[in-house]
């Protein structure tokens, strides 16, 4: 199994520049999860799919973030404009929900490491 | 909403030795999932180590295991015989039981090995 893909690995852009960020979860895995690790704020979720349908956002910082999963072998978060206090390691993580419950591990990519200037 | 504390930011253990790594959390849930995290340099984020909140036994993967303290919301981590390998971030984390499947993380905490 290749794991959950990230791309790009590494994104330098300019502030004002639209960046989108892409992600594509283990093949059966059915609930998507996007982080966000600061040196700040630490590791934090931002938002979480089940089935392709958002469940959790209230951790989308505000409008300019936006996320979609259009299918269940990708997903994009995409920040227009972005700003400096974007930069970041934005991680997509994967997991198998089980409506039956029990335990499912969340794995996770290598990460986009993001730097606004 | 449950939170998630790691009061050291760094700590240093000679190879061979053992050390312990302290978590804290704050949850009115009954039961819930703990779970020990490693970021090594390459940033990929590694499970050590997962504790159920309602099996009283601490968990234990070979030379890692957990003080599940749950009165005391505390959930420290042993590394036993440290290795050069094991010099990492390490992340204190909590997921409910049902509901939200959202892992909530402690700041993390910089493990050095020394050889």
């Known amino acids: 199994d290749a794991g959950v893909i990230q791309s790009p690995r590494h994104e330098v852009t300019e502030m004002g520049q639209e960046v989108t960020l892409r992600c594509k979860p283990i093949s059966g895995h059915n609930s998507l999860f996007w982080y966000r690790q600061t040196m700040m704020r630490g590791l934090e979720l931002l938002i979480y799919?089940?089935?392709?349908?958002?469940?959790?956002d209230s951790g989308m910082p505000e409008d300019r973030f936006s996320a979609k999963m259009p299918n269940a072998s990708f997903s994009t978060l995409k920040i227009q404009p972005s700003e400096p206090r974007d930069s970041a390691v934005y991680f997509c993580a994967s997991s198998l929900h089980l409506t039956s419950g029990g335990y499912n591990e969340q794995f996770f990519g290598p990460g986009t490491r993001l730097t606004v200037l | 909403a449950q939170t998630v504390t790691q009061s050291q930011p760094e700590m240093s253990v000679q190879e061979a030795e053992t050390v312990t790594l302290s978590c804290t959390y704050d949850?009115?849930?009954?039961?819930?999932?703990l779970f020990w995290y490693k970021q090594p340099p390459s940033r990929q984020m590694i499970l050590v180590i997962r504790?159920?909140?309602?099996?009283?036994q601490n968990a234990t993967e070979n030379r890692f295991s957990v003080n599940f303290q749950k009165a005391a919301k505390s959930f420290s981590l042993k590394i036993s015989d440290s290795q050069l390998g094991d010099a990492a971030m390490y992340f204190c984390a909590y997921r409910s039981v049902g509901g939200s499947e959202k892992l909530v993380f402690g700041k993390g905490m910089k493990l050095t090995v020394n050889p």
């Open positions: 504790q159920e909140a309602y099996k009283q």
């Open positions: 949850t009115s849930e009954s039961d819930y999932y």
């Open positions: 799919f089940n089935n392709n349908v958002p469940i959790d």
